[in-house]
């Protein structure tokens, strides 16, 4: 894979649960795949370590705290990692690599937003956008 000069850093958030005709084996097999896959990206420096996510849940609004899980968050997302590369194509390839899919999940590559928010500027809370605010 070429070195890019410009690289640009993209939330992976794994999502989804593992498919219901797969055996314990076969799920352990893409599991250790999967970790064998990332050590060799963090290695060539195109992923940054990232984590798996627990269950538990709380939701915090200016109403108060509430339990989770909550509608909204139809899919389970159970972890979270971090794709560098020159752009969301190139992540997004490198992703299409990654051993789980065979079993289920799915990956949502977002990238991070390098400025802070404004008010004055466009971003996913903005109303009309269909994101937090919208």
Request: proline share 6%; charged share 25%; glycine share 10%.
């Amino acid at each position: 894979m070429a070195k890019t000069s410009f690289v640009n850093e993209y939330l992976l958030l794994s999502r989804g649960r593992w498919d219901a005709d797969k055996s314990p084996q076969e799920i352990q097999a893409a599991i250790d795949a999967f970790y064998a896959w990332h050590a060799r990206l963090v290695a060539q420096g195109r992923f940054k370590p990232g984590q798996r996510l627990t269950p538990d849940a709380k939701l915090v609004t200016r109403n108060g705290v509430m339990d989770g899980p909550y509608t909204e968050a139809k899919e389970v997302i159970g972890g979270y990692w971090f794709v560098l590369a020159a752009s969301l194509e190139e992540a997004a390839r490198i992703v299409a690599d990654n051993p789980t899919l065979a079993c289920g999940l799915a990956f949502e590559i977002r990238p991070i937003e390098p400025e802070k928010a404004s008010a004055w500027r466009e971003g996913n809370e903005t109303p009309g956008r269909g994101g937090a605010g919208g």
